[in-house]
């Protein structure tokens, strides 16, 4: 499963955004890889939180290994100490194994996760041990397809909007206004500024000179974690 720019969105943001238009069609087509199974999304982006991508991928294949897939029931069977001796925090497997207790006791509900509007799965979400709203929107973008989502927590996504409109502050009622232009597809929007942010565009600086450069898990070269 892939999250792809589809044509209607792009022309939709081509239209609705002049210098977001110009940056996509530099840019190109972006394809990235999708979470697929919803419980796995959840186990991913966890485990992702504050860690490079690099170390988030030897985490998951650590994962898959040694419990044979990412499921409730396999997360059980690892234990909070197995889980941990993948080489994540001891908090982190904590949060990791009771939200697994809870998924397959049925205390939280998958399904009506999956049937709530983009508000409420947030709020779901974000109310577990574990998972704050930067996780939540993760979730719903490349776990749940969701198409409409753009974090005010993602710190690259904010660099790729500075670099774009050459913004040297970027408050949240300023981020506010262009996700209401982004809408109803800011979750290709958010590709593009991850691709801007990753140095897609050479010629773009971020007019807020950081001492180092401020990254995401999704802001990579090609174009493919906030804890409570």
Known sequence: MHVSCDAAA??????????????????GPIRREADGDLFASLTRHILGQQVSTAALATLWARLLARAGGATPAALLGLGAGGIQALGTSHRKAGYLHAFAE???????DLDALAAADDAQAIRMLAAERGLGVW???????????????????????????????????????????YAK?????????SLYLWAIAAGSLPELTDPAAPARKESSPHAKRTPRNAPK
């Open 10 to 27: 792009v022309a939709y943001l081509c239209a609705r955004d002049r210098m977001l238009g110009a940056a996509i069609s530099r840019i």
């Open 181 to 189: 232009r982004y809408a109803p597809h800011a979750s290709v929007a």
């Open 102 to 108: 809870r998924v397959h006791s049925g205390a939280f």
């Open 135 to 177: 996780t939540a929107e993760m979730v719903l973008l490349f776990g749940m397809g969701r198409p409409n989502i753009i974090s005010y927590g993602d710190l690259a996504i904010r660099r790729g909007m500075r670099m774009l409109y050459g913004r040297r502050e970027l408050p949240p009622e300023a981020f506010a206004r």
